[in-house]
C-alpha cells in the first residue's frame, strides 16, 4: 500500500539532553510525551522520547546515547514550522524561553516577517507561524 495524507510521521533528531528537550518541547511548547524508553547499554540502543498531541498523525522522536551516540548538527533552515493561524501569543514564546529555547532570527527574512523563531536547547529551530497553511 503507497503512503497517503492519514500516514503517520515521525520526525527523528538526536538530542545532547533528553531532559532539556523534554522541558523545551512539553512544559514549554504543550506537547504531550507520547513515549519514553531508557537504552539497556546494549548494542542499537538508546534512550529514546517522543512527544506530539496523542490524536495527531505526526510526532517528533528524540534519541540519545547508545553505543553510536549521534551528536544534533543543525543548520539555520532545519525548521519545524507551526501555523498558528492568528497571532503568535508572547506568553508561549516566553514559556518556550523559560524552558530552554533562546528566540533568534531566521536566515529567511519570510519567517522574520510571518513569525517568530525559537531555537530548542539542541539547535534545532521551531517557527511559530501567525499565517494559517492548507493543503488544498
Same mark, same amino acid.
Given at each position: 500500500?503507497?503512503?497517503?495524507?492519514?500516514?503517520?510521521?515521525?520526525?527523528?533528531?538526536?538530542?545532547?539532553?533528553?531532559?532539556?528537550?523534554?522541558?523545551?518541547?512539553?512544559?514549554?511548547?504543550?506537547?504531550?510525551?507520547?513515549?519514553?524508553?531508557?537504552?539497556?547499554?546494549?548494542?542499537?540502543?538508546?534512550?529514546?522520547?517522543?512527544?506530539?498531541?496523542?490524536?495527531?498523525?505526526?510526532?517528533?522522536?528524540?534519541?540519545?546515547?547508545?553505543?553510536?551516540? !549521534?551528536?544534533?548538527?543543525?543548520? &539555520?533552515?532545519?525548521? /519545524? =514550522? #507551526?501555523?498558528?493561524? *492568528?497571532?503568535?501569543?508572547?506568553?508561549?514564546?516566553?514559556?518556550?524561553?523559560?524552558?530552554?529555547?533562546?528566540?533568534?532570527?531566521?536566515?529567511?527574512?519570510?519567517?522574520?516577517?510571518?513569525? !517568530?523563531?525559537?531555537?530548542?536547547? &539542541?539547535?534545532?529551530? /521551531? =517557527? #511559530?507561524?501567525?499565517? *494559517?497553511?492548507?493543503?488544498?
Amino acid at each position: 500500500m503507497l503512503f497517503s495524507g492519514h500516514t503517520h510521521i515521525r520526525m527523528a533528531r538526536p538530542s545532547r539532553d533528553l531532559a532539556a528537550a523534554e522541558r523545551f518541547w512539553a512544559a514549554g511548547l504543550g506537547l504531550t510525551v507520547l513515549f519514553r524508553a531508557e537504552g539497556s547499554g546494549e548494542p542499537g540502543e538508546h534512550d529514546l522520547l517522543m512527544v506530539g498531541h496523542p490524536d495527531a498523525s505526526w510526532h517528533l522522536e528524540l534519541v540519545h546515547g547508545g553505543d553510536q551516540p !549521534v551528536d544534533p548538527r543543525p543548520t &539555520d533552515e532545519d525548521l /519545524l =514550522v #507551526l501555523y498558528m493561524d *492568528g497571532p503568535v501569543p508572547q506568553e508561549l514564546v516566553d514559556r518556550l524561553e523559560g524552558h530552554g529555547g533562546t528566540r533568534v532570527d531566521s536566515l529567511n527574512p519570510y519567517w522574520n516577517e510571518w513569525g !517568530v523563531t525559537v531555537e530548542d536547547p &539542541d539547535g534545532y529551530r /521551531l =517557527v #511559530l507561524c501567525r499565517r *494559517g497553511w492548507s493543503n488544498s
